[in-house]
C-alpha cells in the first residue's frame, strides 16, 4: 500500500462574508506538483438579499483553475468572452495560460434568495511549455459528468483523464485525472495508483484510508511511488482524488500568476497592466 507522509487540517483563512478554509499550501505541504493550491468556501447558508460571492475580475496567468460546486451556484465571466453559471454538482475549469481576467460571483436570483454554498478552488500548475498557451474555459453541469459505480458503495464523478473506458469531459493541455467520489457509510473502495502524485481530500465526512482516520477539511501526502490505497468510509463522505506525474520545474508565484522565474512574474504584471490579458467588459 502507499505509505501516507502525513495528513494536515485546512487553516482557517476566512473572507468578508464568506467562511474560507486553506487546504494548500500548509504548514509541512508547499505543493504536491502540480497541485499548488486549494481553498474551501462553506459550507455555509446565505440569507436573502446576501451580496454573493466576492471574487471580481482579476487576473491568471501560468497554470488551470478547477472549482468544485458541491452546494449552490457560480457564475463564471471572462476576458476572452466565456460566461456560464454552474449548478450544485458541476465543475468549472479554466486554463488561464497566457493570461485572462474573470470574476466568479453569483447570480441575481442567489442575491436575492440566498441558500446552501460550498465550493472549492484548486490551482493546478503547469510546466514552462505550456504556461504561455491560449486562455480557454470550460463549465460542465452535473449532468454532464460521467457518473461510474466503483468499489462497494463509490460513486466516481469523472472530471478529467480516463478510468474503466468512461473519459472525463474536460480536456487540459497537462495530462492528469481528476474525479469526485462520493459514498456513505460502510462503504469499501481498493485504488490502484500508477502516477508519482496524487491529490487527496476530504471535503466532508469521515474515512480510514490505508488504516489512517481521516475527517472533513483535511489533505493526506502520500509518497512519490505508484502504490494502492484501501478507503473505508466512517461517515458519509466526498473526496477529491486526482492523479498527474509531477512537473518537476521551479514555482514562482505572485498572487495571481505562477511563472518558473521572477522575470516571468514581472513580465506577467506589466502584460495586464497593458491590457495583454484582455480587456474587462461587465456582460
Known amino acids: 500500500m502507499r505509505k501516507i507522509i502525513r495528513i494536515s487540517d485546512a487553516m482557517t483563512a476566512h473572507m468578508p462574508g464568506l467562511k474560507t478554509w486553506r487546504a494548500l499550501p500548509v504548514p509541512g505541504i508547499s505543493q ?47 476576458s476572452q468572452g466565456f460566461s456560464s453559471r454552474i449548478l450544485k454538482g458541476g465543475v468549472q475549469w479554466m486554463t488561464a495560460g497566457a493570461g485572462i481576467i474573470h470574476s466568479e460571483t453569483s447570480s441575481d436570483e442567489f442575491l436575492e ?54 473519459e472525463g469531459p474536460v480536456q487540459s493541455p497537462y495530462p492528469q485525472f481528476m474525479s469526485t467520489l462520493e459514498a456513505p457509510a460502510g462503504s469499501r473502495l481498493h485504488w490502484d495508483s500508477k502516477t508519482e502524485q496524487i491529490f487527496f481530500y476530504l471535503v466532508k465526512g469521515s474515512i480510514k484510508v490505508n488504516g489512517r482516520e481521516m475527517n472533513k477539511r483535511q489533505l493526506a501526502q502520500f509518497e512519490g511511488s505508484p502504490g494502492s490505497m484501501d478507503i473505508e468510509v466512517l461517515d458519509d463522505a466526498y473526496i477529491i482524488l486526482g492523479e498527474a506525474e509531477p512537473i518537476n520545474e521551479p514555482v514562482v508565484s505572485y498572487g495571481p500568476f505562477v511563472m518558473n522565474s521572477e522575470a516571468e512574474i514581472q513580465q506577467a504584471i506589466m502584460d495586464y497592466q497593458a491590457g495583454k490579458m484582455g480587456r474587462w467588459t461587465e456582460s
Open 32 to 78: 504536491l506538483d502540480p497541485y499548488i493550491f486549494l481553498n474551501h468556501h462553506g459550507y455555509e447558508e446565505f440569507p436573502a438579499n446576501n451580496q454573493g460571492l466576492p471574487f471580481g475580475p482579476h487576473p491568471h496567468r501560468g497554470f488551470e483553475t478547477l472549482t468544485f460546486i458541491v452546494e449552490g451556484e457560480l457564475v463564471h465571466q471572462d
Open 113 to 166: 434568495k440566498g441558500g446552501p454554498m460550498e465550493i472549492l478552488q484548486l490551482w493546478i500548475n503547469l510546466p514552462a511549455a505550456q504556461k504561455m498557451s491560449p486562455a480557454h474555459y470550460q463549465g460542465f453541469q452535473k449532468e454532464e459528468i460521467p457518473e461510474l459505480r466503483i468499489g462497494e458503495g463509490f460513486k466516481l464523478n469523472l472530471i478529467c483523464g480516463t478510468y474503466d473506458g468512461s
